[in-house]
Structure formats: structure tokens, C-alpha cells
């Protein structure tokens, strides 16, 4: 039998939580002495006190991880010992699925369902994933005359800053620590200060499947204090960051006005889904569309919120769109029924619905939903379907990060492609066709780092996942291509003369 409310209720209670930073190999309260609440947004209740790391455990921290980057514990350790450790991270990862999936959802509102998919499915699949890598990477032979011989190797970086939002929380920080320690850096991890708590569980499996003390730091803290420490540290060799425009921005500065060191920047979106005239209104296309707006209840940065459909599909669509989104149960995230939770906090909550306000202000019609949602003490929005959207309304050009579905009526496929290209975002687009060939073309000419045909699909581990615009900088998340954000190039140039 499938367990019930009631059975992750009760394994929420058995929750042991760990509210200190971890630092060099150990649990450790922050300096100053300083905490922040973490609350459940789905009662609004404070689960614990966090320490708020400030500039002097960033200080500590970046010693710790330069100490163990230098002396090659972990950096230069044997490929197949690395692989080892990665590996037994991803199965202590599993064996702990149901607990931090419970940890997750209660600290973030999102659902149980999607937790567990994420945190207990997926998560340890990225660090098997890149531990399964590290001993299958080569550099490069360089073509010469006989009077040399050249290589090309990839090292290390050194120490990498990681900075992640709490949409997808453990996911972020998997999609970054596996890639970063696989390429053999040492780490400082900064939870978002509303999700911190799988983050700092990590740090004890981390340290139980053998990762050497130093080598992974966990921050907890604000952006404002710990977040720009790690950005200006010049003992910090990269950043890579997930979160929004602004901050990145901030980002760059922090790197222009102290190391330089480069910024990996994985930020908003406002991203497209467009139904051409000869797509079919299937039930698949109708749940793909569905999902696209409100999955993770629109805190998603490649959330579909812009649907673009072609004129003679519009009210069929629409019909469709409604019908399927009013089956949206919002409600306990630890309900194995809810498909929809609260947003993060009072303030996300607080800015989608006045988007909503907004919306309905430019002259958008709300047709399911609204601003007037549940009031209570969680943090809850209704899933809400604007139609008569036009591209130039606020909600079509700002990221509402939030479960909100806007539709923009299309006369052609020109039509569809320039509002759809009509941002300053390029993260992301689904394109819906029955002709391939029309598909590849348009997901050739769309500036965005994914697009997606006949599905919403952010593609899988093996794909490469960035923005292209402001949608973030020029590095990857995922794939191959991740590992190249923690690592530099040599040459190694070797004369043969005589
Ligand atoms: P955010 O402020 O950019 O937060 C992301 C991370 O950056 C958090 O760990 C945050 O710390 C940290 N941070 C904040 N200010 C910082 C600073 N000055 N220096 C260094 N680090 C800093 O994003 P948010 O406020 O959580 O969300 C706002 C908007 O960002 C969303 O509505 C959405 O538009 C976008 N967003 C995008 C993604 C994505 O996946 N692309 C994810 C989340 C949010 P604290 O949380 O501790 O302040
Ligand atoms: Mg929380």
C-alpha cells in the first residue's frame, strides 16, 4: 500500500535536524553567534533557529577548503578513489531518500511526490552520474610537427563558491557540488536561507561516504552577508550561481571588484510555448502545457508561463487548459494526494499575487483562479489561467515565479516566433508540431539554451542546461559541459629538438 499523509507525518516528526554550519569536516555554530528562522510555508510555522554564517566563517571555510585543495587530498587523490567516494555519496544518498524527500518538503513546500522524485531519485543520480565520469575524462593531444610534443589538461580550478535558491534546493545544490567535486575543486555551499536544511544534512553523508574534511563547506546564511562574502573572497576561484537576474548582476560586481574570478550564472526565465496550426490538441499536450505553468507551483525558472497558441486552436485549448488545471490539488505537501503546495514564503506569495493584481489591471482575463486566494497560515496561491494576454502586459515580460498560466492568441508561425523571441530571457521554449522539419527550424533560430518539441522537457543529466540572454552567462549546468565551469585548461609544450 502506498504510505499516506499520515505515515510522512509521523516519519516528519522523527525528523533530526541539523541547524549548524559544517565546516571543515564538523557541525559548527556560526561565529557571531547569529540565526535565522527557517519556517514551513505550508503552516508558516518556525521549524528551527539556523546559525547565519558571516564573513568570518566564509573566512574559516575558504582556509579549510584551500588547506585541503593544496594539499591534494582530494584534488589529486586516484581517479578510481574519487569515483568510490562519489559513488558511495549517491547510495548513502538513496538509503536517506524518504528522510531528506520529508526534510525537503517540509522546509520548502513542495510537495511530497516531487521530493521524493528529486531528492531520493535524482539527487543521487547526479553524484553517480559524475563520480561514474571521473575516471572516463581525457585531455587532449595537440597536433605538431615532430620538433614538439603538446597536451592539453584540464585541472582543477581550485576553490568554487556555490550559491543556490530554494526551488529545487538539494537538486541545485546536486546539480552543482557533483559536477564542482568530480573536477576535483573543494567547496563552500550556500543554501537559500528558506530551504537550508538537506543542504546541511548533506554534510554529514558527505563526510560518511569519505569526502576528506576541507573539501566540503556548507554556509547557511544570508545573501547579503554570507552570499557576498563568498562573491568578493578572494580566496574563492569561481562562483556558480542559480538564482535571479538582480543577484547575478551583483554577482559580476562582487568578481569586478575583487579576484575576477568567473561567474557561473544560471538566472530567471520567461519562457515561451508555442502551438502551431498544425499542432493536435491532445490530452498530452494539454498535461505538458499544464505542467509547464505549474509544476513546483510555478517556481520553476523555466516555467512555460507565456503560451502562445495559434488562433484556430485558442478556445479549444483554453477550454482544455481550464479543465485540466481546476484537477490541481492544492493543499499539505505531505499529502501524497496534494499536486500543488504553497509558495516559498509570505513574500513569493505576496509578489505573485500582485502580478495577479497587476494582470488583471493591464487588462488580462482571469478565467480560473485569481488574486483572492486562500487566506490562512500557510503561504497558498490558487493555479491561475489568464487569457487575452498580450505580449506587452507586465505578466507576459516579467517572471512571475509563480503557478500562473498566460495565453497570447497567434495568427502565424512568424507571429508566434516574435512574440516568443519578445524578452530579455532566453532560457528556455516548447514548441508543439506535427512537422519536424518546421520544429527544427524554429528551435534552431530561438535564442534560448533549451527547447523542447512536443513535450515540456528540461532535458536529462546528460544535457547541458543554461540561458542564453539574461537568462545567464555563457556556462552549463549538466553534461560534460559542467565539469568545464570548475576546471581551467593547461598546456604542456615539449620540444623534441635532437
Ligand atoms: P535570489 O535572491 O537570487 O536568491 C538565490 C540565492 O542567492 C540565495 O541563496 C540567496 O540567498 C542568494 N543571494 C541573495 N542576495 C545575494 C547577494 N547580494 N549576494 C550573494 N548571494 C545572494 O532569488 P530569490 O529571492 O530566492 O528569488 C527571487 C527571484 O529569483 C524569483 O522570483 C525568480 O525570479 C528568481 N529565481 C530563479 C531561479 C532559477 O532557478 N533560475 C531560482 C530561484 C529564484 P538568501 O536566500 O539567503 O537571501
Ligand atoms: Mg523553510
Known amino acids: 500500500m502506498m504510505p499516506d499523509k499520515s505515515y510522512y507525518q ?58 585541503s585543495f593544496d594539499s591534494g587530498v582530494w584534488s589529486r587523490a586516484d581517479p578510481s578513489h574519487r569515483k568510490d567516494v562519489l559513488l558511495r555519496l549517491a547510495q548513502l544518498l538513496r538509503d536517506h531518500g524518504e528522510e531528506l524527500a520529508v526534510l525537503e518538503s517540509i522546509d520548502s513546500g513542495k510537495t511530497i511526490t516531487d521530493c521524493l522524485n528529486e531528492v531520493a531519485h535524482e539527487v543521487p543520480r547526479f553524484f553517480q552520474w ?36 530554494w526551488n529545487f534546493p538539494l537538486l541545485m545544490a546536486a546539480w552543482k557540488l557533483a559536477p564542482a567535486l568530480a573536477a576535483c575543486c573543494s567547496v563552500l555551499l550556500k543554501p ?15 563526510a560518511q561516504a569519505g569526502l576528506p574534511d576541507g573539501v566540503l563547506n556548507i554556509l547557511p546564511g544570508t545573501g547579503e552577508i554570507t552570499g557576498q562574502a563568498i562573491g568578493r573572497h578572494p580566496g574563492i576561484d569561481v562562483v556558480s550561481f542559480t538564482g535571479s537576474t538582480v543577484v547575478g548582476a551583483h554577482l559580476l560586481r562582487y568578481a569586478s571588484e ?39 507551483g510555478g517556481q520553476n525558472c523555466s516555467a512555460n508561463m507565456r503560451q502562445i497558441v495559434h488562433q484556430s486552436h485558442y478556445t479549444a485549448f483554453l477550454d482544455a487548459v481550464i479543465t485540466e488545471a481546476r484537477r490541481i490539488v492544492v493543499g499539505d505537501p505531505l499529502d501524497p494526494g496534494t499536486t500543488m503546495g504553497p509558495m516559498v514564503s509570505a513574500a513569493q506569495r505576496d509578489r505573485v499575487i500582485s502580478y495577479l493584481r497587476k494582470g488583471v489591471e493591464e487588462g488580462a482575463r482571469p478565467v480560473l483562479g485569481g488574486a483572492d486566494g486562500p487566506t490562512g497560515a500557510g503561504f497558498f496561491v490558487q493555479p491561475t489561467v489568464f487569457e487575452g494576454v498580450n505580449p506587452r502586459m507586465t505578466i507576459a515580460r516579467e517572471e512571475i515565479f509563480g503557478p500562473v498560466l498566460g495565453l497570447i492568441s497567434a495568427k502565424s508561425v512568424e507571429e508566434a516566433f516574435a512574440i516568443a523571441c519578445d524578452t530579455e530571457y532566453g532560457l528556455h521554449a516548447s514548441i508543439f508540431t506535427r512537422d519536424i522539419t518546421r520544429a527544427l527550424r524554429l528551435a534552431r533560430r530561438l535564442p534560448v539554451g533549451t527547447v523542447s518539441v512536443n513535450s515540456f522537457s528540461e532535458g536529462s543529466i546528460a544535457t547541458p542546461f543554461g540561458g542564453y540572454r539574461k537568462s545567464g552567462s555563457r556556462s552549463r549546468d549538466n553534461g560534460t559541459e559542467a565539469l568545464e565551469q570548475y576546471q581551467q585548461t593547461k598546456t604542456i609544450w615539449v620540444a623534441l629538438n635532437g
Not at 537559500?192 to 558527505?206: D, H, N, S, V
Request: proline letters at 5%; hydrophobic letters at 45%; a negative charge.
Open 258 to 296: 575583487s579576484n575576477l574570478k568567473p561567474v557561473g550564472l544560471e538566472l530567471g526565465g520567461k519562457s515561451p510555448m508555442i502551438v502551431l496550426e498544425d499542432a493536435e490538441i491532445t490530452g498530452d499536450l494539454i498535461q505538458n502545457a499544464t505542467m509547464a505553468a505549474f509544476w513546483n
Open 192 to 206: 537559500a536561507e528558506q530551504t537550508p536544511l538537506t543542504a546541511l544534512r548533506l554534510g554529514e553523508l558527505a
Open 130 to 165: 559524475y563520480g561514474e565520469l571521473i575516471d572516463k575524462s581525457f585531455g587532449k593531444v595537440v597536433p605538431t610537427g615532430e620538433e614538439a610534443f603538446s597536451v592539453i589538461v584540464r585541472e582543477p580550478i581550485g576553490v568554487a563558491g556555490l550559491i543556490v535558491p
Open 10 to 67: 509521523e516519519r516528519a516528526s522523527r525528523l533530526r535536524i541539523e541547524t549548524r554550519a559544517f565546516i571543515d569536516g564538523r557541525y559548527q555554530q556560526a561565529s557571531g553567534g547569529a540565526s535565522f528562522d527557517t519556517l514551513n510555508p505550508a503552516t508558516g510555522e518556525i521549524i528551527a533557529k539556523i546559525s547565519a554564517c558571516d564573513g568570518a566563517d566564509v573566512d574559516k571555510a575558504v582556509e579549510a577548503a584551500r588547506r
